[in-house]
Nanobody, 126 residues
Framework: QVRLVESGGGSVQSGGSLRLSCAAS????????MGWFRQAPGKEREGVAA???????SIAYGVRGRFTISLDNAKKMLYLDLNTLKPEDTAMYYC????????????????????WGRGTQVTVSS
């Protein structure tokens, strides 16, 4: 059974930083993709950053240059470094995973993912 557990969320002031972590267990695929999505109240869940087992990444335009995604393949740990945070980054952040390696332009499409964590809250105050 695949399980994704996020951690590292919290409350920070504008300009602050956080590191989110996602621990994957029961995930034994050699070819896969993992990503971070976020959902603010009243908004659709949107892709933030994703990476596949080949090392290809995709970063959403609005966080490019501020957020960095990384993957420890051996430990099946996914990370998201959030820097220069803004109030509009406030959301529940979810870790997602899927077997297989989609086209790079699909990495931020939530329909590509069938395993999801429960989320970790990030709140940025001005």
């Amino acid at each position: 059974q695949v399980r994704l557990v996020e951690s590292g969320g919290g409350s920070v002031q504008s300009g602050g930083s956080l590191r989110l972590s996602c621990a994957a267990s029961g995930f034994t695929y050699n070819n896969y993709c993992m990503g971070w999505f976020r959902q603010a109240p009243g908004k659709e869940r949107e892709g933030v950053a994703a990476i596949d087992s080949d090392g290809k990444t995709s970063i959403a335009y609005g966080v490019r240059g501020r957020f960095t995604i990384s993957l420890d393949n051996a430990k099946k740990m996914l990370y998201l470094d959030l820097n220069t945070l803004k109030p509009e980054d406030t959301a529940m952040y979810y870790c997602a995973a899927a077997a297989g390696v989609p086209e790079q332009w699909l990495l931020l499409h939530r329909e590509e993912y069938n395993f999801w964590g429960r989320g970790t809250q990030v709140t940025v105050s001005s």
